[in-house]
């Protein structure tokens, strides 16, 4: 169940152009939280009155996010210094199932690695294939993925290929490559819509089962206001309150 929480900033740093970790003291969401779900921060000034969700990309040694600075919420958060308080609803959402009985592949991109790097926490075998525009956007994460024990295999894929450790191109390009591999019992999704449907119908076609983790507009974050609902074969669903992750089989891939 979902609680409000007023929780201390252990540090907020730049890891990335315009990408930051947060970590805030939080044991009753590090305690509680499941991999996939997350929180809403209420910013500390009257500027600002919705929440902003955010994935929970770790529990160990604490609550750390990673965000994107996109507009005016991320840039007053990015000035925020440890000692600070933040107010937090969580956890929220769903989560991952966790019940695959053998390794899953994550498949991620951008700020959508953040849950997946949850999942790697709490899995016991995990491989994992990165996406991302160039060097800069995969490398702190690969740093992040690759001290966690259950991960076995990075795969990397950087559109302008200047990560040169990875290939160039879109993950999806790789993708059928390493299913042929036929290791993996499930396949777990989140980062950009087309990443995750090309994901999505991949691991379809090779009889897995997939979760998709989405992100869309948010305002109450509880399921009260509808904004952030999306369309499944059962009907429209909400992605903050009956996600924000779904089998894939249950969604319409051309909403
Ligand atoms: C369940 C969920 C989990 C999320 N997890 C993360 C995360 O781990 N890291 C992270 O960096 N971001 C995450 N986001 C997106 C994040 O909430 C937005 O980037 C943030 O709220 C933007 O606030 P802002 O005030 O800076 O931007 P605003 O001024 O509100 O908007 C500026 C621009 O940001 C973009 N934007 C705003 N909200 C979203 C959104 N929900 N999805 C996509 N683009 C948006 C739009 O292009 C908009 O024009 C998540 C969103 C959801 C719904
Ligand atoms: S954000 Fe209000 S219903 Fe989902």
């Not at 702190?140 to 990397?156: G, N």
């Not at 290929?161 to 042929?180: C, Q, V």
């Not at 994901?199 to 379809?204: D, F, G, Q, V, W």
Request: aromatic share 10%; proline share 4%.
């Amino acid at each position: 169940m979902s609680k409000l929480f007023e929780s201390e900033i252990k540090s907020n740093v730049e890891v990335a152009p315009s990408v930051f970790k947060l970590e805030v003291d939080a044991p009753e969401i590090a305690a509680t939280a499941k991999a996939g779900q997350f929180v809403q921060i209420k910013l500390p000034s009257s500027e600002f009155t919705l929440r902003r969700p955010f994935g929970i990309a770790s529990t160990i040694n604490g609550v750390k996010i990673f965000y994107r600075v996109v507009g005016r919420g991320t840039e007053f958060l990015s000035t925020l210094k440890a000692g600070s308080s933040l107010n937090l609803l969580a956890p929220l959402g769903n989560g991952f199932s966790m019940n695959a009985s053998s390794k899953v592949l994550l498949v991620g991109g951008g700020m959508g690695l953040a849950p997946l790097l949850s999942v790697a926490e709490k899995l016991r075998e995990v491989e994992i294939l990165i996406g991302g525009r160039n060097r800069d956007e995969v490398t702190f994460w690969i740093k992040e993925f690759s001290h966690l024990p259950s991960i076995d295999i990075i795969f990397v894929t950087t559109d302008d290929g200047s990560y040169r450790y990875g290939r160039k191109g879109f993950a999806t390009d790789y993708l059928p490559e390493i299913l042929s591999a036929d290791k993996y019992s499930a396949v777990y999704t989140c980062g950009p819509d087309i990443m995750m449907y090309g994901t999505a119908l991949e691991a379809i076609a090779n009889g897995l089962h997939c979760e998709i983790c989405f992100e869309r507009r948010m305002a109450c974050g509880l399921g009260a206001c509808l904004s952030c609902s999306i369309d499944t074969i059962n009907g429209r669903k909400k992605v903050c309150k009956d996600g924000p992750v779904f089998d894939a089989r249950e969604f319409i891939f051309n909403t």
